[in-house]
């Protein structure tokens, strides 16, 4: 049995307030709970609990929909892995993914939920990114418009928490080396803590290949990155070998179905 490095949750109704062309959780939200608030919690604390056990020490909340829609869900979970620590089970790193957008227009969501999440160990929040540019931002989500990524990156850090960019690569928007340097150096600039960066895949859980930058874009984007991190920006593109870990079931993922399983298409 191979160890397992990181384990997903998959928390919340699946209620979205973007219309991602290509969105992975389209698939899972017919199993998705119709309530925000209901959780498995005995199936959850097994597979916490089991996969600590198997080395896991990283957590990774995220959704069929958009999380922060469900807070109370999110909540209910933190506090559940919070509370292990009574039993010396401590994960050492807790991340919630996010498209940013309620973060961004809601002032009242984030005094009332980050501050919390963080005092029950939540310390990163991952925003999927597509551009820079607001308006172009708006149009890949779907959406009228899309908040200011310097109000997300502010309101995240006056949590007291880490704000990391997911960038989503595409042919047709961020295709080359050169529109990539220009995108990691903007969020930097807007103050993004890490830039992580990932070519679209398809519904078999495997890289777009006509969809996604060529091999040799990724090739130089990956070598740039590596060459261009500071100590206050971390900078990554995955890539296939990157994928390596979910192949060998390294990092496993608890489905709204039930399943806990290393690939989206399970």
């Known amino acids: ?26 698939l899972h939200r017919k199993y998705a709970p119709k309530q925000d608030g209901t959780i498995d919690k005995d199936l959850l604390y097994k597979t916490i609990k089991s996969c600590y056990e198997q080395g896991a020490r990283s957590i990774s909340i995220s959704s069929s929909g958009e999380p922060t829609l469900s807070p109370i869900a999110v909540t209910k979970v933190l506090d559940l892995i919070h509370r292990m620590q009574e039993e ?3 994960y050492s790193w807790i991340n919630l993914y996010s498209n940013g957008i309620r973060i961004g227009n809601d ?13 029950l160990g939540l310390q990163t929040l991952y925003i ?20 200011s990524l310097k109000k997300i990156v502010s309101r995240i850090h006056s949590a007291d928490l880490r704000a990391r960019a997911n960038v989503v690569l595409t042919r047709d928007n961020i295709g080359t080396c050169e529109k990539y340097i220009s995108m990691a150096e903007g969020l930097r600039k807007i103050g993004f803590d890490h830039v992580s960066a990932w ?15 060529s091999p040799g874009e990724l090739e130089k984007m990956g070598n740039w990155a590596e060459t261009h991190e500071t100590p206050n920006c971390r900078l990554r593109v995955l890539r296939e070998k990157s994928h390596e870990s979910y192949e060998k079931g390294e990092k496993l993922t608890l489905f709204p179905d039930g399943t806990l399983s290393n690939t989206w298409c399970n």
């Open 128 to 147: 999927t990114v597509h551009d820079l540019n607001e308006k172009r931002n708006a149009k890949v989500y779907g959406v009228a418009e899309y908040p």
């Open 1 to 26: 049995m191979n160890k397992v490095n990181s384990l997903g949750l998959f928390v919340g109704t699946g209620d979205c307030n973007a219309h991602c062309k290509h969105c992975a959780g389209v």
């Open 107 to 119: 002032k009242e969501f984030c005094n009332q939920y980050l501050g919390q999440w963080r005092n």
């Open 199 to 213: 070519p679209i895949r398809n519904a078999d859980d495997k890289m777009d290949l006509e969809l996604s930058p």
């Open 88 to 90: 010396d089970i401590n």
